[in-house]
C-alpha cells in the first residue's frame, strides 16, 4: 500500500496539449521511462506562466529522484508559492525526512493563525476588501446621520471594526509578501562575521533560510530556528 501510495504521489502532473511535439510531455515520457536528467532538461525548456507550479512539481520530483534532494525541495517550495496544492506538500515532506533539518523555532499559535489569514490570498485581494468595507462604513454612518437609528449605528460600528481589521490583514499580507527565502544548496557555515573563522552553525543542504540582506557575495540570512548570521550567497538559491 505504501508502495502505492509513493508511486502516485510522485507522478508528475500532466496538463499541457497531449501533442507528441511538447516538451512537457517529452519530458513525461522521459520521466515515465526513468531518465529524470533529461526529463528536467525538457521541462526547463517549457516557457510557461500559466503552468509553472506543474513544472515545477515535476521537476521537484526528478531531482527527488536522482537523490538531489536541495534541489527537490527549491522546487517544491518554487510550486507552493504560486499554488498551494497538498500533492506538493506531501512531497516537499517526504524530501524534508530525508535531509538533517534545523529545528524551527516554536511560534505561538495566535502568530500562526494570524499569519494562515494573511496568506490565504494575496495583498490586492485584501486591498479590496478593505476599499469595500470603508465604503460601506462611510455609507452606513451616512445613512445614521440621516435616520439616527440604533440599528443603523451598530452597522457602522461593525464596518468600522471589520475595516480595521482587513486593514492589519492587509498589512501583514504585505510584510510576509515582501519576505525572501532561500534553500541552502550545499554544506555551509553561518558566521558572525566575515573576518570571523570559527562558524556559528553548519548548514546542511535542503534547509529554508529567510535572506535578510545581501551584499556582494555575502548574505545576512535567518534560520528556521531564529539564529542569524552570515553565509556565502553562491551557497543558497533564492526561492
Known amino acids: 500500500m505504501r508502495l502505492i501510495f509513493y508511486i502516485l504521489l510522485f507522478t508528475s502532473f500532466n496538463v499541457f496539449s497531449n501533442s507528441t ?56 517550495e518554487r510550486a507552493l508559492l504560486l499554488k498551494n496544492d497538498l500533492q506538493t506538500k506531501e512531497n516537499l515532506l517526504l524530501a524534508k525526512k530525508r535531509i538533517q533539518e ?8 495566535l502568530i500562526q493563525w494570524w499569519n494562515s489569514i494573511a496568506q490565504f490570498s494575496n495583498t490586492t485581494f485584501w486591498l ?17 446621520l440621516e435616520n439616527r437609528h440604533k440599528g443603523t449605528f451598530n452597522l457602522f460600528l461593525t464596518a468600522i471594526v471589520f475595516t480595521i481589521l482587513l486593514i492589519l490583514i492587509s498589512q501583514r499580507s504585505n510584510y510576509l509578501s515582501k519576505k525572501t527565502y532561500a ?19 553548519i548548514i546542511t543542504p535542503g534547509n529554508k533560510v529567510e535572506i535578510i540582506k545581501c551584499q556582494g557575495e555575502i548574505s545576512l540570512v535567518m534560520l528556521s530556528n531564529g539564529e542569524v548570521g552570515l553565509v556565502r550567497r553562491s551557497d543558497i538559491e533564492e526561492l
Open 128 to 144: 479590496i476588501f478593505t476599499c469595500i468595507s470603508v465604503w460601506i462604513s462611510c455609507f452606513s454612518l451616512f445613512l445614521f
Open 21 to 76: 511535439d511538447s516538451l512537457f510531455t517529452i519530458g513525461n515520457n522521459y520521466y515515465e521511462n526513468e531518465f529524470y536528467e533529461k526529463a528536467i532538461e525538457s521541462y526547463l525548456s517549457v516557457d510557461s506562466t500559466e503552468h509553472a507550479h506543474a513544472l515545477y512539481h515535476n521537476i521537484g520530483n526528478c531531482y527527488y529522484q536522482t537523490g538531489d534532494i536541495a534541489s527537490s525541495i527549491l522546487f517544491y
Open 183 to 201: 534553500i541552502v544548496m550545499k554544506k555551509t557555515s553561518l558566521v558572525s562575521n566575515t573576518s570571523e573563522i570559527k562558524s556559528k552553525q
Open 102 to 109: 534545523i529545528e524551527s523555532f516554536p511560534t505561538l499559535f
